[in-house]
């Protein structure tokens, strides 16, 4: 089966930088994604891996590495603005599964 | 711009009344999900097209049906909804299965 586990809350403050992790089970892997959902949104690509490494976005990146089954979303120069879920969802098989989400608050 | 289109934004129905949610992509995608969220928890696939081939999710109650017409459109039926059927229903698109999925704007269902 597949199954995804990441933090369920993250708090930090304006300016800062955080981690987010997740790590996964899957039979058959293609890549893992990350998206970001305000509240009453819908979810928004931010960054996907299928090779190990960091891959850069302007204030995000997101590493994987797939021997340890594992990835991160890192979040720099933290705004007001990023407080919001963040969702990892690893693809494979056809198919892809979402974690249950990480809900960032960012302080002042 | 091309993008995933969701009507109506927030639809309200009675209990066991039929309601169709509806979906559009500018994409020209292969593939259109249907999701179930609720509050604080995460997108719940329901069931997938990869072009015309329908895929439903095991556990996908009968209660939820879809039709894909054409390329661009993608309908969700929900024949006699629950209360327990409330929730945001989010539409996505790849073009492959195994690919980066783009999000509609979701519709909110409310069932009275």
């Known amino acids: 089966g597949q199954s995804l586990e990441q933090p369920s809350e993250v708090t930090a403050v304006e300016g800062a930088i955080v981690q987010i992790n997740c790590t996964y089970q899957t039979s058959g892997f293609y890549g893992l994604s990350w998206y970001q959902q305000h509240d009453g949104g819908a979810p928004t690509f931010l960054s996907y891996n299928a090779l190990d490494g960091l891959e850069e976005t302007g204030r995000f990146s997101s590493f994987l590495s797939r021997s340890d089954s594992y990835g991160y979303l890192l979040l720099q120069e933290l705004q007001m603005k990023d407080s919001a879920s963040y969702f990892c969802?690893?693809?494979?098989?056809?198919?892809?599964?979402f974690g249950a989400g990480t809900r960032l608050f960012v302080k002042a | 711009d091309a993008m995933v289109i969701q009507n109506p934004r927030y639809q309200v129905t009675q209990f066991g009344k039929p309601v169709t949610l509806s979906c559009s992509q500018t994409?020209?995608?292969?593939?259109m999900y249907w999701y179930q969220q609720k509050s604080s928890q995460a997108p719940k696939l329901l069931f997938h097209y990869y072009d015309k081939d329908f895929n439903n999710e095991a556990d996908t109650p009968d209660n939820f049906q879809s039709r894909r017409p054409n390329t661009s459109f993608c309908f969700l039926d929900i024949r006699s909804p629950g209360l327990g059927d409330a929730a945001m229903y989010l539409c996505?698109?790849?073009?492959?299965?195994?690919?980066?999925?783009?999000f509609g704007p979701g519709t909110r269902l409310l069932v009275l």
């Open positions: 994409l020209n995608h292969n593939v």
């Open positions: 969802a690893v693809t494979g098989g056809f198919k892809t599964i």
């Open positions: 996505a698109t790849s073009r492959a299965r195994e690919e980066t999925q783009y």
